[in-house]
């Protein structure tokens, strides 16, 4: 993997920037579009126009098209969630140990 794409920080897990499109969505709710900014093997910090709740549980599906063509699809919850400007919010999801991405 390019070291360049990786984000250097205080976390256990490697980050890596895709900057690429996901749909998130929460039981019969309908999913919508957000921008996944980063991933690691453990979670993910995406942009959208909703406000989610901690702990809320959500399914994610996107591409990485760095690794594989594929989509993946993911069970997360929510780790938290900030309001960036105006309408505009930030969400840290966690896969958790046991649905943890891999890069290979």
Known sequence: MDDKRCIPGRRLYARFETNTSAMVGAGADAAETVLMENISARGAAVLGYKQFSMNDRLSI??????????MVHKQAHVAWCAEVKDGVWETGLDFGMDNMVSFR
């Open 61 to 70: 599906f996107f591409y990485l098209p760095f690794v594989s063509e594929r």
